[in-house]
């Protein structure tokens, strides 16, 4: 398999990315449904005893040092480091990286599928007698993101604040963990690789982004593009060899009487003068017609 080009890699990623952003932007669904949504999974939650995001709100807002980088993560490494592990893989894993370019990728479109299906109002936009607080909002005045969302100030309206379900910053963040634990070489590397899923799990959560739930969802989501990563990796191939096949002309060393070959040139032979458009005849066929 040849070697992924640069130039290809960097459109294939511009196109999924603008199809992330775009598609973010036509499935905004409507305010009563998302908010609705956005309850029900509340409610799921609370009675099951496990809305770990609610606590966590309270004390990322009650303690500044702690929402203030949390929000400053959530803005920033979400765009930096899964592009990071995408550059390293293809100049130093490049046996590894259309696989895991691959899994990136259905991934990230089939979590296009969860936006589109179940629009998602995040808890920061729910009512505030359920408790959150928007840390983004809250603590603004330290970033350059406005109250609408982690989007510069002024873009906020760029940007579907209804998809959270599911959770593609937890989905690409594991994917980033699985990539340093596999492929990283030192013990720095592998840590790195546990606890940056697990971070990002508690930022979403505590800048009341996202519930638990959506987290859950954004992991699985990921399961399921693994699982079906090596079905698009050999749909893509079998695409790629019918393009690249050249077309059977004859299966003989020469062709039929007459017969032209478009762009061949003729051979003229000596022996009766006489021109053939053919291929070439396999080896050891001048020989055995000199031995006549």
Not at 113 to 126: A, D, I, N, S
Not at 210 to 231: E, F, I, S
Not at 257 to 269: A, C, H, K, L
Request: aromatic content about 10%.
């Amino acid at each position: 398999m040849s070697k992924p080009r640069w130039w290809a890699e960097l459109s294939l990623i511009a196109v999924v990315y603008a199809a992330y952003s775009g598609g973010r932007l036509l499935v905004r669904g409507d305010e009563a449904s998302a908010v609705a949504h956005g309850l029900g999974i509340l409610r799921v939650e609370r009675a099951l005893g496990i809305d770990a995001e609610s606590p966590l709100n309270r004390l990322f807002t009650d303690v500044p040092a702690l929402g203030v980088p949390a929000d400053f993560a959530y803005a920033s490494l979400h765009y930096l480091v899964t592009p990071a592990l995408l550059i390293w893989l293809f100049r130093r894993r490049p046996a590894e990286y259309r696989a895991a370019r691959t899994w990136l990728t259905v991934s990230t479109l089939l979590g296009l599928v969860g936006f589109t299906l179940l629009p998602t109002c995040p808890p920061r936009l729910l009512d505030p007698a359920y408790g959150f607080t928007d840390t983004m909002a809250h603590f603004s005045a330290y970033g350059w993101w406005g109250g609408e969302a982690s989007a510069p100030r002024g873009l906020g309206g760029m940007t579907n604040q209804y998809a959270a379900m599911p959770s593609l910053h937890v989905g690409w963040a594991l994917w980033c963990g699985v990539m340093l634990w596999r492929y990283g070489r030192t013990p720095a590397a592998k840590a790195l690789g546990v606890a940056y899923p697990l971070l990002t799990t508690v930022v979403v959560m505590g800048t009341a982004n996202h519930y638990l739930l959506d987290a859950v969802a954004g992991a699985a989501v990921m399961g399921a593009g693994l699982l079906l990563t090596p079905h698009a990796l050999r749909f893509v191939g079998r695409l790629r060899g019918r393009a690249e096949a050249p077309p059977v002309v004859s299966g003989g060393c020469e062709t039929s009487t007459g017969e032209r070959i478009p762009g061949q040139r003729s051979v003229t032979t000596s022996a009766d003068d006489t021109s053939t458009w053919g291929l070439p005849c396999p080896s050891g066929a001048e020989d055995s017609g000199k031995a006549r």
